[in-house]
């Protein structure tokens, strides 16, 4: 069984930050690569970024590429996304999710105002 519980959303103005975090438990967590997706209203859920399980290797949505940054404390159990110049356009609810699981958090509303 995993659990994963995401904070740190909020509502923000266009061009400022937020910072997510997501607390892991349950299972071997620096064994698994770990991504953030979102989903927006009448949308389908995207990935956002992910990390490996080393953090050693990330990868981003080309929406995302050099405002966000993802990472990962192993001894944490945490995965981390630093969401920096936010556009209206990030509005979404954020998830964390293992790779190659079919296990999701309750998510954590970002909201862009503009």
């Known amino acids: 069984q995993v659990q994963l519980v995401e904070s740190g959303g909020g509502l923000v103005q266009a061009g400022g930050s937020l910072r997510l975090s997501c607390a892991a438990s349950?299972?071997?967590?620096?064994?698994?690569?770990m991504g953030w997706f979102r989903q927006a209203p009448g949308k389908e859920r995207e990935i956002v970024a992910a990390i490996d399980c080393l953090g050693s290797s990330t990868y981003y949505a080309d929406s995302v590429k050099d405002r966000f940054t993802i990472s990962r404390d192993n001894a944490k159990n945490l995965v981390s996304l630093q969401m920096n110049r936010l556009k209206p356009e990030d509005t979404a609810v954020y998830y964390c999710?293992?790779?190659?699981?079919?296990?999701w958090g309750q998510g954590t509303q970002v909201t862009v105002s503009s």
């Open positions: 349950g299972r071997t967590f620096s064994s698994s690569a």
């Open positions: 999710h293992p790779r190659g699981t079919t296990y």
